[in-house]
């Protein structure tokens, strides 16, 4: 057992993520069901909180991507509202955490902040935020403002939007208003704040219909990691969602959003990290192992590979055989072959990572993808993947994990049912809720 010395054992914190717009759902195994059937919502919340999980987290998709003029095959599966499912959620979950990523370019403060107080009341306090921004003119096509925000301003935008956001919940937060509420009397409207912002983004008057009671605010996730990705996290949020899943890559990662949470005068322990990552199980490591190559080979095929290549390249290579090298010429630099995907840095800086990567590792096409497209992955006996777990919390890498199962909606059972249990039993996980509400569950106090 991995306990740090000197200092005390920290929670494991665990949450689902319900796969989507995404190159980790094996959409061709007998076992993938629906992506949009209220029933797999419903299995996989229901599973997650069976397995006392912090939260169920749905990510977002505005627009289909499309790559070289063609709606891309790994994006027909579906997107239903993400309010409307987290609310009906509410309704057959009793404890778990509803987490839905809603982005702040392409909506306004006041419908954002009424939709998460609304799903704060419904759920009895267990609604949070994944807040993202987009400077994505292709996404913005399908709004009536359009791809109108530069690239600079999307972090501007967000940290005025939330503050407007955050004016809204907080107007009704008034001591004497809350003693009406709990005492389930008649509210002064005298004793309810009018809003008033008048910013470069938004020009606000008004009030809100409804308290946002009884978390206070609902927790904020967010998962941006440029430079000022990070701070906006650091300074607000109460998670970060995060792609820096190995051990050091985290350790680094964690220290460095730590740090910048305490330069902006917050406990560094309201902030918690929580990388993405997906799990293979097996009776023995050998047979986890194949069973791990196995997957990875259904999630990335031949044409995958090439169509993610092409996206740094810029340009068509389908004559290019996905066993073989990679081209040897540099990336053309355009970057529209690909819209409405998060763009990684240089292509030719990222094509010469690719090409020493695949020189020291003798990697063909695919099998670099392969090996650039993976999120951590904890591969074992269930013993092995809890140990690992614990491991990766108490080395400070991350304060727990939001997993991403690669079938939908049964791929968190074997979880479930064989993992949770050996982090109860050998780890110190929780083996029953000890607060109604998402911050509960986070350690968190309350924000007002």
Same mark, same amino acid.
């Given at each position: 057992?991995?306990?740090?010395?000197?200092?005390?054992?920290?929670?494991?914190?665990?949450?689902?993520?319900?796969?989507?717009?995404?190159?980790?759902?094996?959409?061709?195994?007998?076992?993938?069901?629906?992506?949009?059937?209220?029933?797999?919502?419903?299995?996989?919340?229901?599973?997650?909180?069976?397995? %006392?999980?912090?939260?169920?987290?749905?990510?977002?998709?505005?627009? %289909?991507?499309?790559?070289?003029?063609?709606?891309?095959?790994?994006?027909?599966?579906?997107?239903?509202?993400?309010?409307?499912?987290?609310?009906?959620?509410?309704?057959?979950?009793?404890?778990?955490?509803?987490?839905?990523?809603?982005?702040?370019?392409?909506?306004? !403060?006041?419908?954002?902040?009424?939709?998460?107080?609304?799903?704060?009341?419904?759920?009895?306090?267990?609604?949070?935020?994944?807040?993202?921004?987009?400077?994505?003119?292709?996404?913005?096509?399908?709004?009536?403002?359009?791809?109108?925000?530069?690239?600079?301003?999307?972090?501007?935008?967000?940290?005025?939007?939330?503050?407007?956001?955050?004016?809204?919940?907080?107007?009704?937060?008034?001591?004497?208003?809350?003693? $009406?509420?709990?005492?389930?009397?008649?509210?002064?409207?005298?004793?309810?704040?009018?809003?008033?912002?008048?910013?470069?983004?938004?020009?606000?008057?008004?009030?809100?219909?409804?308290?946002?009671?009884?978390?206070?605010?609902?927790?904020?996730?967010?998962?941006?990691?440029?430079?000022?990705?990070?701070?906006?996290?650091?300074?607000?949020? $109460?998670?970060?969602?995060?792609?820096?899943?190995?051990?050091?890559?985290?350790?680094?990662?964690?220290?460095?959003?730590?740090?910048?949470?305490?330069?902006?005068?917050?406990?560094?322990?309201?902030?918690?990290?929580?990388?993405?990552?997906?799990?293979?199980?097996?009776?023995?490591?050998?047979?986890?192992?194949?069973?791990?190559?196995?997957?990875?080979?259904?999630?990335?095929?031949?044409?995958?590979?090439?169509?993610?290549?092409?996206?740094?390249?810029?340009?068509?290579?389908?004559?290019?055989?996905?066993?073989?090298?990679?081209?040897?010429?540099? !990336?053309?630099?355009?970057?529209?072959?690909?819209?409405?995907?998060?763009?990684?840095?240089?292509?030719?800086?990222?094509?010469?990572?690719?090409?020493?990567?695949?020189?020291?590792?003798?990697?063909?096409?695919?099998?670099?993808?392969?090996?650039?497209?993976?999120?951590?992955?904890?591969?074992?006996?269930?013993?092995?993947?809890?140990?690992?777990?614990?491991?990766?919390?108490?080395?400070?890498?991350?304060?727990?994990?939001?997993?991403? !199962?690669?079938?939908?909606?049964?791929?968190?059972?074997?979880?479930? $049912?064989?993992?949770?249990?050996?982090?109860?039993?050998?780890?110190?996980?929780?083996?029953?809720?000890?607060?109604?509400?998402?911050?509960?569950?986070?350690?968190?106090?309350?924000?007002?």
């Amino acid at each position: 057992m991995s306990v740090r010395e000197g200092k005390h054992r920290k929670t494991i914190h665990l949450a689902a993520h319900f796969p989507g717009v995404n190159s980790t759902t094996v959409w061709s195994d007998p076992q993938s069901g629906s992506q949009i059937a209220f029933e797999s919502f419903v299995h996989m919340a229901r599973t997650a909180e069976r397995g %006392l999980f912090d939260f169920f987290f749905l990510a977002e998709g505005l627009r %289909l991507r499309e790559h070289r003029g063609q709606i891309y095959d790994l994006d027909v599966v579906g997107r239903p509202d993400t309010f409307t499912v987290l609310a009906a959620l509410a309704a057959v979950t009793d404890r778990l955490g509803l987490t839905g990523t809603i982005n702040t370019t392409f909506n306004e !403060p006041f419908e954002v902040a009424r939709q998460f107080a609304t799903l704060d009341h419904l759920s009895d306090g267990r609604a949070g935020w994944n807040i993202v921004t987009s400077s994505d003119a292709f996404t913005g096509e399908n709004f009536r403002r359009g791809g109108f925000l530069d690239h600079a301003d999307r972090y501007a935008r967000a940290e005025e939007f939330l503050t407007v956001a955050r004016e809204f919940w907080d107007s009704w937060a008034a001591d004497a208003v809350r003693a $009406d509420l709990d005492a389930g009397t008649y509210v002064d409207p005298d004793r309810v704040a009018v809003v008033e912002h008048h910013g470069p983004q938004f020009d606000v008057r008004g009030v809100a219909t409804l308290p946002s009671r009884p978390q206070g605010h609902p927790i904020l996730l967010q998962a941006g990691d440029s430079h000022d990705g990070r701070n906006f996290g650091a300074r607000y949020a $109460d998670a970060l969602f995060t792609l820096h899943g190995s051990l050091e890559d985290g350790q680094r990662y964690y220290a460095d959003v730590k740090g910048r949470a305490a330069s902006f005068g917050r406990d560094a322990d309201e902030l918690k990290v929580l990388p993405a990552a997906t799990f293979v199980l097996g009776d023995t490591v050998a047979e986890a192992d194949d069973r791990a190559r196995h997957i990875r080979r259904q999630q990335v095929s031949g044409p995958t590979a090439i169509a993610m290549l092409e996206q740094v390249w810029g340009r068509d290579l389908s004559d290019y055989d996905p066993d073989g090298p990679l081209p040897k010429d540099d !990336p053309s630099g355009d970057t529209s072959i690909t819209q409405g995907r998060v763009r990684h840095g240089d292509p030719v800086e990222v094509a010469r990572r690719y090409r020493e990567r695949a020189s020291a590792q003798n990697l063909s096409i695919r099998e670099l993808i392969i090996a650039v497209s993976s999120r951590e992955q904890f591969v074992g006996t269930p013993e092995h993947v809890a140990a690992e777990i614990d491991r990766y919390v108490q080395a400070d890498a991350c304060d727990g994990f939001i997993f991403v !199962p690669h079938l939908t909606p049964h791929g968190l059972d074997d979880f479930v $049912d064989r993992v949770v249990p050996v982090l109860q039993e050998r780890f110190g996980f929780r083996t029953e809720y000890r607060g109604t509400t998402l911050r509960d569950h986070l350690g968190l106090t309350e924000n007002r």
